[in-house]
């Protein structure tokens, strides 16, 4: 298939790269690192690199003509009032809010529920947006004690995954809260569990990084030796408990707590990576010593709520679209314990929670559209099937033992959703009802759009959902631009979802967008996450590449009209794609992504994710790591225009989670491989960029301004590259 060149701008020269020396074997292969040097990203080198990059990305975003029409029209559509899910703590309820520009939402309390009289207003209680001048300080977790009383939160700096415990004393008058001395540093992945005597709190932490840097986040030591702390309020951090650290044998599990709800029992999970699977244990603390329920990584196991010592648990024991057991603590081993909600035949069980008295709320996929049921805690037995509004996402769901209501929120492509609310108390009507409905400033209509989901076979004859949303008038003879999303992995499913950005790229461009739901993601279980992972990874680029097969051939988009977005495992996903079919695509995105599959466990929490890719180390794994691998597979096409697509690379200087130094060698990489060898001799003519923010991390807490700078560059490019013109379908 024959790709016309890229419209997007004139040939630009990438800058001189100093190539490295460096070549090792690995499993009887000569691998060579010629940018090894990339990985230090405190060296002038790395940072003279990355400004010249930065530049050179600039001076191609100036010529990007429709960049600031996007910039404004996403801009008005991300200024809507947001709201989260109302909780309960103490006697007030709390909600987050953004009324739409600010960096970060705020979080507000209320003595009760509007449009009840007694509510009063609402009153703030916390507000990172005032906590740093650019926005770049997020809150990252929130914990209250059982009365309500003090509140643990945790901030992170930058877009870090490292953040800072504090502690605030709540008034119950809804006043503003006292801050206390309490300050708990190297916190990372961690969790904030309070004992229900108001006396501290179970978090995580890390032993201090061994580079100690000024500015953490921008380190790349390996994150290892996780523990389990104990902190009672009024102490300092040094004189913490040590409950439970992960054995030196096994330095990269991890550890998650959490207080049963009766405040009795501490659950404690241990994790090795991410996949889904972990061990059980158990603490009474009344008696203290631990009980091991499972002690292997035969499955996954999460305590849904207990009854005394009945404890009602989620798994995937012999079930890979899962099921609840019920667990007395002096019962057996875990292959014996019964039913209590039996694995569907083909819907996923994705999370349960039980409310005050015999009620448990299940949350389904169904064909990856949410279903809601509501349940007998003590039996399983159906209860009701909720209705919901449509093709769509179950968002937060808040609610506990304490309490009847339950509130969920619901959101489709098209639609930036409602909050629902529903009262599960004897005699209630048990249906949801509308509690508040979220509304665009901008004139907007779902009704002007179109959403269906398909089925693609892939090359192995699996069959591949995916969801097509475009506006109504939009003509599908191949000339809409498109914008194919995939991520793939992990066990994370792509559920229909409201995005600001892509609804001004459909409305904008008159473009349309596609969600492809990958093998290696949750949308089917663990079998269709294990079809996806270690040496089945391929069937992932398989998937998406008879997706982006699909769009051409039915003619939503051509080559030309096709761009590829992806971030994180995603971002692994289109540039393995842009290295195996540079003809199928017009523009490449590549967020945030894992491109170094023979170095990533070597890098903060990389070691993690060696259970969805597997361990490079090991010859048998590498056998198939390295025929994919991003960095190791950039190659000129000989057939064709003989080029790859446009590439846009995207990192942030303070992601400490898939480390910048992926996208900074991949990218040095591209542009050698591809042009910098004889830039006037090149065939390739199509832009090798990245974009590498500074203050900015993965992606969770990034300020709204961010946010939107970058998708005013990254979707400003990809128009250029598709020749997309403005239409703006209000």
């Known amino acids: ?163 800072t415990i504090q502690v605030l004393r709540v008034d119950p008058s809804g006043a503003p809260p006292t801050p206390l001395a309490d300050k708990l540093e190297y916190v990372k992945f961690s969790s904030l569990a309070w004992t229900h005597d108001q006396r501290g709190f179970f978090y995580n932490r890390y032993p201090d990084p061994a580079s100690r840097p000024a500015d953490l986040g921008t380190e790349t030591d390996i994150n290892t030796h996780q523990q389990l702390c104990y902190h009672a309020l009024g102490t300092p951090q040094s004189e913490d408990v040590l409950v439970m650290q992960v054995p030196d044998e096994h330095p990269t599990w991890m550890l998650a707590a959490r207080v049963t709800p009766d405040g009795r029992f501490l659950v404690i999970s241990v994790h090795a990576g991410t996949m889904p699977a972990n061990r059980l244990y158990l603490v009474d603390m009344q008696k203290l010593p631990v009980v091991k329920l499972v002690d292997d990584f035969s499955a996954s196991f999460s305590v849904v709520a207990n009854e005394g010592t009945t404890f009602y648990i989620m798994t995937n024991l012999d079930a890979p679209r899962y099921r609840c057991i019920p667990h007395v603590t002096s019962a057996g081993p875990a292959s014996s314990w019964p039913d209590h909600i039996a694995q569907h035949p083909k819907d996923v069980l994705r999370g349960a929670l039980a409310l005050k008295g015999d009620v448990l709320v299940v949350r389904y996929l169904r064909d990856v559209v949410a279903a809601l049921q509501l349940r007998q805690l003590g039996s399983g037995a159906l209860t009701k099937e909720l209705p919901l509004p449509g093709v769509g996402s179950v968002g937060a769901m808040s609610g506990d033992r304490k309490g009847s209501e339950l509130f969920f929120s619901f959101t489709s492509f098209t639609e930036p959703g409602a909050l629902y609310r529903i009262d599960t108390a004897p005699g209630s009507a048990l249906e949801p009802q509308l509690f508040r409905r979220t509304e665009l400033k901008v004139p907007h209509s779902a009704d002007d759009y179109v959403t269906k989901q398909v089925f693609v076979t892939s090359a192995d004859g699996t069959q591949v959902p995916m969801f097509i949303t475009h506006h109504k008038d939009t003509k599908l003879d191949g000339s809409a631009p498109t914008l194919l999303y995939g991520y793939g992995g992990f066990n994370v499913p792509l559920e229909p979802g409201f995005s600001p950005n892509r609804l001004a790229f459909m409305r904008g461009y008159g473009g349309v967008f596609a969600q492809a739901n990958l093998r290696g993601g949750g949308e089917y279980g663990t079998e269709w996450r294990n079809a996806g992972s270690t040496h089945n990874k391929q069937n992932v680029f398989d998937d998406f590449q008879a997706c982006a097969e699909y769009l051409i051939r039915e003619r939503y988009c051509s080559p030309a009209k096709l761009t590829i977005q992806g971030g994180s495992n995603g971002g692994l996903l289109v540039a393995a794609c842009a290295n195996q079919r540079p003809d199928l695509y017009a523009c490449v995105l590549g967020q945030v992504g894992v491109m170094d599959m023979l170095r990533f466990h070597k890098f903060t929490i990389g070691h993690a994710w060696m259970t969805d890719y597997g361990n490079p180390d090991r010859a048998a794994d590498f056998s198939w790591i390295y025929p994919y691998s991003p960095l190791h597979n950039v190659r000129a096409p000989e057939g064709g225009s003989r080029q790859y697509p446009a590439i846009m690379l995207a990192t942030g200087d303070h992601d400490d989670r898939v480390v910048p130094l992926h996208t900074l060698k991949l990218l040095a990489t591209l542009q050698h491989n591809l042009a910098a060898a004889d830039p006037a001799a090149s065939p390739q003519r199509n832009p090798l960029l990245a974009r590498i923010e500074v203050k900015a991390g993965h992606g969770a807490g990034k300020p709204t301004q961010k946010v939107i700078a970058e998708a005013a560059d990254l979707m400003g490019f990809a128009a250029k590259c598709m020749n997309a013109k403005w239409v703006d379908r209000a």
Do not use: I
């Open 1 to 163: 298939m024959r790709r016309p060149l890229c419209v997007c701008v004139c040939v630009c020269v990438p800058p001189q790269v100093r190539r490295g020396e460096v070549v090792e074997t690995l499993h009887g292969v000569r691998v060579a690192d010629p940018y090894r040097w990339l990985e230090d990203p405190d060296s002038e080198d790395t940072r003279e690199f990355v400004d010249a990059q930065n530049a050179l990305t600039a001076s191609v975003l100036e010529q990007c003509d429709t960049r600031e029409q996007f910039r404004q029209l996403f801009t008005d559509v991300f200024d809507y009032p947001k709201y989260g899910a109302p909780f309960k703590a103490g006697g007030r309820y709390y909600f987050y809010y953004n009324s739409g520009l600010q960096p970060q939402s705020a979080l507000y309390s209320q003595a009760g529920l509007v449009p009840d009289t007694a509510a009063g207003e609402p009153r703030l209680f916390l507000d990172p947006s005032g906590l740093s001048a650019d926005g770049t300080v997020a809150l990252s977790g929130l914990s209250f004690s059982e009365d309500g009383s003090l509140a643990a939160y945790s901030l992170s700096k930058g877009g870090s995954d490292w953040c």
